[in-house]
């Protein structure tokens, strides 16, 4: 049952000690003492996609089907057991999360954290840098986007790949929490 895991670990990134906090919206960590608030949930344009995730974490390896959609209002994400079956449902708009969850799944990180990949994934830059602590930068680089702490050191490292007009994330690589989780499209609006 370590799905869950997987899937809210999609996100087990950002949170804390940000620079330009806001009461109203939730938090996720970057590494572990440092959190920051996630940017607002709205994106533009909007898309719905499918995905496969893998996860690795610590010398194990899980997959998960998952449905993301994104508009101007939400952000919402929906795992899928690989019979079709709904194992959780998490939502981010003005009033918050919420987060359903319909089968128990130990190990799940918090529904912040997974959003927090996914929004450090697909949002501009421009939504992250008013909410990174001091000194902490975001910058994309070719088909890479880097999150850098004040000293420098390398926290999450977002590869992309170019699919007509979009630039889609393959992986997400997180070094202070010691994961990767690699992204197949399946379908993309």
């Given at each position: 049952?370590?799905?869950?895991?997987?899937?809210?670990?999609?996100?087990?990134?950002?949170?804390?000690?940000?620079s330009h906090s806001d009461?109203?919206?939730?938090?996720?960590?970057?590494?572990?003492?440092?959190?920051?608030?996630?940017?607002?949930?709205?994106?533009?344009?909007?898309?719905?996609?499918?995905?496969?995730?893998?996860?690795?974490?610590?010398?194990?390896?899980?997959?998960?089907?998952?449905?993301?959609?994104?508009?101007?209002?939400?952000?919402?994400?929906?795992?899928?057991?690989?019979?079709?079956?709904?194992?959780?449902?998490?939502?981010?708009?003005?009033?918050?999360?919420?987060?359903?969850?319909?089968?128990?799944?130990?190990?799940?990180?918090?529904?912040?954290?997974?959003?927090?990949?996914?929004?450090?994934?697909?949002?501009?830059?421009?939504?992250?840098?008013?909410?990174?602590?001091?000194?902490?930068?975001?910058?994309?680089?070719?088909?890479?986007?880097?999150?850098?702490?004040?000293?420098?050191?390398?926290?999450?490292?977002?590869?992309?790949l170019m699919r007509g007009?979009?630039?889609?994330?393959?992986?997400?690589?997180?070094?202070?929490?010691?994961?990767?989780?690699?992204i197949q499209q399946l379908?993309?609006?």
């Open positions: 049952m370590k799905l869950a895991w997987m899937a809210m670990l999609a996100a087990l990134l950002l949170s804390g000690c940000a009461p109203t919206r939730p938090q996720a960590w970057l590494k572990p003492g440092v959190k920051v608030t996630l940017p607002a949930p709205g994106i533009e344009p909007p898309f719905n996609q499918q995905q496969l995730l893998t996860g690795h974490f610590k010398s194990k390896q899980q997959s998960l089907l998952v449905m993301l959609s994104a508009d101007p209002q939400q952000l919402t994400l929906v795992g899928l057991s690989s019979l079709g079956i709904r194992l959780f449902r998490v939502s981010y708009d003005s009033k918050g999360i919420e987060t359903e969850q319909s089968i128990a799944l130990p190990e799940m990180p918090p529904a912040s954290q997974v959003l927090a990949d996914i929004m450090l994934s697909h949002w501009p830059l421009t939504a992250w840098q008013k909410q990174l602590p001091a000194g902490w930068t975001l910058r994309d680089i070719d088909d890479r986007r880097q999150l850098r702490d004040a000293n420098g050191k390398l926290i999450t490292e977002i590869r992309y007009e979009q630039r889609q994330p393959i992986s997400v690589q997180q070094f202070a929490f010691g994961y990767q989780i690699l379908d993309a609006s």
